[in-house]
């Protein structure tokens, strides 16, 4: 990996010298535009709308219009006399309770490493945040903008994970919510047993980008047949309820489902005895019509 950025982190009348790296990549394939009759590549010049010429990167300015029409252009000049946190020096604004933060409100991710002889202060600042199971709240000024980021430890290693401005999260106002009625004890005891059913610890490497597998098999295909296109396979149908009038009864398909999944997985019969707990909130679940008449044809 190569750093994005060197500085350090204030912390108090500490300074912890650092490297940022970014935490997290893209696999999406990538993509380019043709000209779908003769396979030529698409090019965008950047014309002025005013004079018709191209115009350079280094003669190109931003420029911001207001509501009623007004535009105003603003240079490199311009900017560098907005307000801006030290460019090399990450400031500890405040430290809080680590679950306090909105897990919404987190943007993108950035590994720091220690960057000098003797990484003490570093890892003092790691096991104090750890122990304490706060996360610090920092300034983080990265290519000129500078945002509110949150300061963190992540397998023993400080990650700043930049945060978005209260006034960026949206807020959810759904008429349709309003006037919900609540759900009933027995769907909330199905719910919560198909829940349990399915609950397992959290291993990511168990899921993949299917999409992104297929899409690369389709490229390797056409490309081993010199360019040629070839037909995707067809997405596999998954039946589903057209309308879900019983609830209860969608729920306890469910939970069957879902049993039957991770005996498969653990080898245990289907049969098993539910968890206690579950067993407590809810007695057996009464035949659904389909397994009554599955009965009857094999009596």
Known sequence: MRSIWKGSIAFGLVNVPVKVYTATE??????????????????????????????????IDKAYTSDDGVQVILTDDDFDK???????????????PSEQIDPILLDKSYYLE???????????LAATLTDSDRTALVH??????????????????????TLLWPDEVRAAEFPSLEDVSAPSEKELAMATMLVESMSDEFEPSKYTDEYQIQLQKLLDEAIANG??????????????????VDLVAALQRSVDAAKSGKDAETGESADAE?????????APAKKSPEKKAAARKAG
């Open 274 to 282: 539910p968890t206690k707990q579950a067993a407590a909130k809810k």
């Open 82 to 96: 907005l307000p801006a946190a030290e460019k090399h020096e990450i400031p500890v604004l405040q430290f809080v």
């Open 140 to 161: 983080f000024t990265l290519r000129q903008r500078t945002r509110l980021a949150a300061l963190r430890v992540r397998d023993g290693v400080l990650v700043i994970q």
């Open 227 to 244: 360019g040629e296109k070839v037909s995707a396979p067809a997405a596999a149908s998954h039946g589903t309820d057209a309308e879900v």
């Open 26 to 59: 893209d696999h999406d394939i990538r993509f380019h535009q043709v000209h779908g009759k003769d396979g030529g590549r698409i090019k965008y010049n950047r014309v002025c709308s005013e004079c018709g010429q191209v115009i350079q990167f280094a003669d």
């Open 114 to 124: 220690p960057d000098s002889a003797s990484p003490k202060a570093y890892q003092l």
